[in-house]
């Protein structure tokens, strides 16, 4: 749950250590794909890895601070 998911990807990127991986994942049914691809972009980390199955029903996608 994020209440503003901008600020809470912003703190992420704030508290994670250089070179720090964070896990963020997205529920299929809550957010369209482009929406969190947008929202993934605008935190400024880069992404390493993304899953998006349709057997767990939502995205993960694992990003360096």
């Excluded at 600020?7 to 299929?28: C, F």
């Excluded at 400024?44 to 890895?49: A, E, F, G, V």
Aim: with cysteine.
């Amino acid at each position: 749950n994020m209440p503003d998911p901008t600020e809470t990807l912003a703190e992420l990127k704030r508290v994670a250590k250089k070179d720090g991986r964070v896990v963020v994942t997205g529920l299929k049914k809550v957010i369209p794909f482009e929406k969190f691809l947008d929202l993934l972009d605008g935190a400024n980390l880069k992404m390493i890895y993304f899953v998006d199955d349709d057997v767990i029903n939502c995205y993960i996608a694992v990003l360096s601070a």
